[in-house]
T-cell receptor, first 113, second 116 residues
Framework: QKEVEQDPGPLSVPEGAIVSLNCTYS??????FMWYRQYSRKGPELLMY????GNKEDGRFTAQVDKSSKYISLFIRDSQPSDSATYLC?????????????FGQGTILTVHP | NAGVMQNPRHLVRRRGQEARLRCSPM?????VYWYRQLPEEGLKFMVY????????ESGMPKERFSAEFPKEGPSILRIQQVVRGDSAAYFC??????????????FGSGTQLSVL
């Protein structure tokens, strides 16, 4: 069993739709949760970073963490064609190993005009 | 301030050859991480280095792979006697020594290694 499970999609939505991306994890030691966006032939860039259970909002993006069920989500409101990318969830145990991330497989998202 | 620089962007090797991938961290960054992204898989941690030290190599294959981050110059990921299964995108990330979370972790654009 993978430590972080993510549905690879692909996911195709019309412009303006609400997008929901999800991951589950198995290791209770994971304390920090992130969402990265990766455009084709580029490196991942950090979108959202959360520590505790609950919601965190940044513009059109909302990250949600439920530690009791080991479930993390990313919601994109009013999706735009420029949001088309691969979205990767990631987690780690924090501390001195903050850069040692465990990633999900990534979900390929296409937003069509 | 230039970002994390990786070169070459694309590297083609025949089976049995050596591959050298270079990563120049962002200015002021002294921590380097290497990740590998195989087709249909997410990124997998390989190794964490600080200047002249390997801190965590728990993700490195036991044979043929090595990494270094010398006092001067870029970090190098070296793959000896490459096989087709080594074909992947290799990403480097860097962070400053003062960082305590990965909010200061930045990735390069990667090197795509193709083994013929």
């Amino acid at each position: 069993q993978k430590e972080v499970e993510q549905d690879p999609g692909p996911l195709s939505v019309p412009e303006g739709a609400i997008v929901s991306l999800n991951c589950t994890y198995s290791n209770s030691a994971f304390q920090y949760f992130m969402w990265y966006r990766q455009y084709s032939r580029k490196g991942p860039e950090l979108l959202m970073y959360t520590y505790s259970s609950g919601n965190k909002e940044d513009g059109r993006f909302t990250a949600q963490v439920d530690k009791s069920s080991k479930y993390i989500s990313l919601f994109i409101r009013d999706s735009q064609p420029s949001d088309s990318a691969t979205y990767l969830c990631a987690t780690n145990a924090g501390g001195t190993s903050y850069g040692k991330l465990t990633f999900g497989q990534g979900t390929i998202l296409t937003v069509h005009p | 301030n230039a970002g994390v620089m990786q070169n070459p962007r694309h590297l083609v090797r025949r089976r049995g050859q050596e591959a050298r991938l270079r990563c120049s961290p962002m200015k002021g960054h002294s921590h380097v991480y290497w990740y590998r992204q195989l087709p249909e898989e997410g990124l997998k941690f390989m190794v964490y280095l600080q200047k002249e030290n390997i801190i965590d190599e728990s993700g490195m294959p036991k044979e043929r792979f090595s990494a270094e981050f010398p006092k001067e110059g870029p970090s190098i990921l070296r793959i000896q006697q490459v096989v087709r299964g080594d074909s992947a995108a290799y990403f480097c990330a860097s962070s400053p020594p003062t960082a305590t979370t990965n909010e200061k972790l930045f990735f390069g654009s990667g090197t795509q290694l193709s083994v013929l």
